[in-house]
């Protein structure tokens, strides 16, 4: 039997899990973007500190865990893919004032209209993405 959305929501229910405590222990909204975004400009300096613990956090932690979990992806090798990937999604982010932890995650739960609306068309757009490019264009 597969076991994909058993990881799912082992994924699902430990990044909610971080969301709530962050927003309880600091009372600011888990938005990876926002966190990146206030170091990058300056924002928020005097929270340099527990932005950078954060990011490092969520870069350090899926390394440690790939040799225990060896995880199959189906990631492309193809590096100018990857980076026009992480730049889109970088712009998409800042032209939605947030990203998928801080919409998606803390903004729906909280029923957040902009959260709500926001989930629902980088979800579309995702899903209109994947087709052109798998499906019509054949580059994924």
């Known amino acids: 039997m597969q076991m994909d959305w058993a990881m799912g929501l082992l994924g699902g229910l430990m990044i909610g899990s971080a969301a709530a405590l962050y927003l309880l ?18 924002s928020e300096v005097r929270l340099w500190r527990e932005r950078g613990a954060f990011l490092a956090g969520l870069i350090l932690v ?12 189906h990631l492309t090798g193809n590096a100018a893919l990857l980076i026009a990937g992480g730049v889109l999604t970088g ?6 004032n947030g ?10 739960s909280r029923l ?6 926001a989930t629902v068309f980088y979800i579309l757009a995702g899903g ?3 087709l052109l490019f798998r499906h019509v264009w054949g580059l994924i």
């Open 25 to 42: 222990g600091n009372g600011r909204i888990m938005g990876a973007s926002g966190i990146l975004g206030g170091l990058l400009d300056g």
């Open 112 to 117: 957040a209209p902009r959260g709500i609306a």
């Open 91 to 96: 712009i998409g982010t800042r032209l939605a």
């Open 62 to 73: 899926p390394l440690l865990l790939v040799p225990v979990l060896a995880p199959e992806t």
């Open 128 to 130: 209109v993405t994947v």
């Open 99 to 108: 990203c998928t932890s801080g919409h998606g995650v803390c903004g729906i």
